[in-house]
């Protein structure tokens, strides 16, 4: 008789923790997978196997089970950042859906190759006007940046494939509108980028503090502006790798712009100069 008795208490129990669960699930508020984050093995792979643009691909660390080596694999021939995770954060990027270990970040825009930013601005009859980011991680300043380079009538865009955000949609919404009208190009190394812009005659400017005024700086001609990470600026190898270097003189107590910011003035003046 204890037994019956046991057995229906565990089985009321089961019964109100799954209804407890139900109305917690129900209580949680709704939140809407990002139109770029592709989740499950299956939908990855096919993403993959489409040639659509990938920023990076997570999986779950130590999960080599099925098809994720198949999915590994094509993601390394393409030259994918791969990144190991742990599963909450698989779960979090997920919001909640079924991701099988894997989570592809898709670009919200295609990216570009540098010769075809430099054909674009033959086929406009100008010299080549380029802004290279080293390493900007906000979204949002890499959306402004783009919004100030179009503005600015830049031809190009050019990030890197690590250690940085791609184009995803924050970075589509930041740029109001900016995206559609700008080639991007995504790179491996920076600084062998900026050695292959100086043999194709472009003179390379960073953006740091000890340089000269931009003011009085000459920045007409083909011309490509570095900016560096929001926390650390521009590297070592990629700065000692530039021309010039310009700065923004400051008079507050603050002793830096934001990146983006900063992006918009010498982006303002190197299209003054430009069309002087």
Same mark, same amino acid.
């Given at each position: 008789?204890?037994?019956?008795?046991?057995?229906?208490?565990?089985?009321?129990?089961?019964?109100?923790?799954?209804?407890?669960? #139900?109305?917690?699930? %129900?209580?949680?508020?709704?939140?809407?997978?990002? #139109?770029?984050?592709? @989740?499950?093995? &299956?939908?990855?792979?096919?993403?993959?196997?489409?040639?659509?643009?990938? %920023?990076?691909?997570?999986?779950?660390?130590?999960?080599?089970?099925?098809?994720?080596?198949?999915?590994?694999?094509?993601?390394?021939?393409? /030259?994918?950042?791969?990144? #190991?995770? #742990?599963?909450?954060?698989? *779960?979090?990027?997920?919001?909640?859906?079924?991701?099988?270990?894997?989570?592809? !970040?898709?670009?919200?825009?295609?990216?570009? =190759?540098?010769?075809?930013? $430099?054909?674009?601005?033959?086929?406009?009859?100008?010299?080549?006007? !380029?802004?290279?980011?080293?390493?900007?991680?906000?979204?949002?300043?890499?959306?402004?940046? @783009?919004?100030?380079?179009?503005?600015?009538?830049?031809?190009?865009? !050019?990030?890197?494939?690590?250690?940085?955000?791609?184009? =995803?949609?924050?970075?589509?919404?930041?740029s109001a509108g900016a995206l559609s009208h700008?080639?991007?190009?995504?790179?491996?190394?920076?600084?062998?980028?900026?050695?292959?812009?100086?043999?194709?005659? $472009?003179?390379?400017?960073?953006? *740091?503090? +000890?340089?000269?005024?931009?003011?009085?700086? +000459?920045?007409?001609?083909?011309?490509? $502006?570095?900016?560096?990470?929001?926390?650390? /600026?521009?590297?070592?190898?990629?700065?000692?790798?530039?021309?010039?270097?310009?700065?923004?003189?400051?008079?507050?107590?603050?002793?830096?712009? &934001?990146?983006?910011?900063?992006?918009? @003035?010498?982006?303002?003046?190197?299209?003054?100069?430009?069309?002087?």
């Amino acid at each position: 008789m204890a037994n019956k008795d046991n057995r229906r208490f565990d089985r009321e129990r089961r019964t109100a923790d799954g209804r407890r669960r #139900e109305r917690a699930r %129900d209580a949680m508020p709704e939140v809407e997978l990002d #139109e770029n984050t592709i @989740i499950g093995r &299956n939908a990855v792979k096919e993403i993959l196997a489409g040639g659509r643009d990938i %920023d990076k691909l997570y999986v779950a660390s130590g999960d080599r089970e099925g098809s994720i080596n198949l999915i590994i694999g094509m993601a390394r021939e393409r /030259g994918i950042p791969i990144i #190991e995770t #742990e599963r909450s954060k698989l *779960d979090n990027m997920a919001c909640g859906g079924r991701h099988q270990g894997v989570v592809a !970040i898709a670009a919200g825009h295609s990216y570009s =190759t540098i010769d075809e930013i $430099l054909a674009y601005a033959g086929s406009r009859g100008e010299q080549p006007f !380029i802004v290279v980011c080293d390493g900007v991680e906000d979204p949002h300043n890499l959306g402004a940046i @783009i919004r100030s380079a179009e503005c600015a009538g830049a031809h190009g865009v !050019i990030i890197p494939k690590r250690r940085a955000v791609g184009l =995803t949609s924050t970075v589509v919404k930041a740029s109001a509108g900016a995206l559609s009208h700008m080639m991007i190009s995504k790179v491996t190394n920076i600084a062998s980028t900026i050695d292959e812009l100086k043999e194709k005659g $472009l003179w390379i400017y960073a953006a *740091d503090m +000890d340089g000269t005024p931009y003011y009085s700086t +000459d920045m007409k001609g083909a011309v490509a $502006l570095v900016l560096g990470s929001e926390g650390f /600026g521009i590297s070592r190898l990629v700065k000692e790798k530039c021309d010039f270097v310009v700065s923004i003189p400051l008079y507050g107590q603050v002793n830096s712009l &934001n990146v983006s910011c900063a992006a918009a @003035i010498l982006l303002t003046e190197t299209a003054r100069q430009r069309n002087s």
